[in-house]
């Protein structure tokens, strides 16, 4: 993907206009359905990633760190490459407040990694857009992964979950069907639409299976 891509997120309204020459994927019923993998870049030399905290849209900020958490936990399954996790209560988290929607030069990426004080091939930002717990239980994310070695766009990722959703049901099915295997997983399938950190850890399940 060329310079003017570099900042590209995907919004779902806009995807028929989107810079040409960009890879989407769209694989419905089974992972998020739209997302960007750069097709010029490894994803296996990314060394180590840090995952700043979300920033919050929604009428409930506690949940950016639950996301954060489980975006964490189903990427360190896919062992990628490693993480770190830059929390809102971490000193560094302040110097770190990314404009998702930029582009990054040389200083700034400089800047970034001398402020995470660790050595970090990459960085996973992005936005809760929208959170509403149950009984309607729904959520939007917006995130890129963007290599601060050249401030190319690696990933990037923009979805709605609505639990009310028949196909996001289906999804839940068989989500817990690959996962559990087990007595159980109907009681867990409808827990998702109840739980809003069970609901995270699915959508987290389906951002991972991008990568």
Same mark, same amino acid.
């Given at each position: 993907m060329g310079s003017s891509g570099k900042g590209l997120l995907l919004a779902l309204a806009l995807l028929p206009v989107l810079v040409s020459g960009c890879s989407i994927y769209r694989v419905p019923g089974s992972v998020a359905d739209y997302y960007y993998l750069n097709p010029d870049k490894d994803l296996s030399a990314i060394g180590r990633v840090a995952i700043?905290?979300?920033?919050?849209n929604s009428s409930y900020p506690e949940v950016s760190l639950d996301v954060t958490e489980a975006l964490f936990q189903a990427l360190q399954k896919k062992q990628l490459? %490693?993480? #770190?996790? =830059? $929390?809102q209560t971490d000193p560094q &988290?302040?110097?770190?407040?990314f404009d998702i929607d930029? #582009?990054? %030069?040389l200083e700034q990426l400089v800047a970034v990694r001398n402020a995470l004080k660790m050595r970090c091939d990459a960085v996973l930002? /992005? +936005?809760? +857009?929208g959170f509403q *717990?149950? *009984?309607h239980i729904a959520m939007g994310l917006r995130l890129k992964l963007v290599d601060l070695r050249d401030g190319q766009l690696l &990933?990037?990722?923009?979805?709605? &979950?609505? /639990?009310?959703?028949?196909? +996001?049901e289906y999804r839940i099915k068989n989500y817990f069907r690959s996962q559990m295997r087990s007595a159980a997983a109907p009681l867990n399938e409808?827990?998702? +639409? =109840? $739980? $809003?950190?069970?609901?995270?850890?699915?959508?987290a399940y389906e951002v991972a299976e991008t990568l």
């Open positions: 700043v905290e979300l920033d919050n490459f %490693g993480l #770190t996790v =830059v $929390s &988290w302040r110097s770190l407040q930029s #582009t990054y %030069g930002i /992005g +936005t809760i +857009t *717990p149950y *009984p &990933w990037a990722l923009e979805q709605v &979950w609505d /639990g009310a959703d028949k196909v +996001t409808a827990m998702v +639409t =109840v $739980s $809003s950190r069970k609901f995270f850890k699915f959508v």
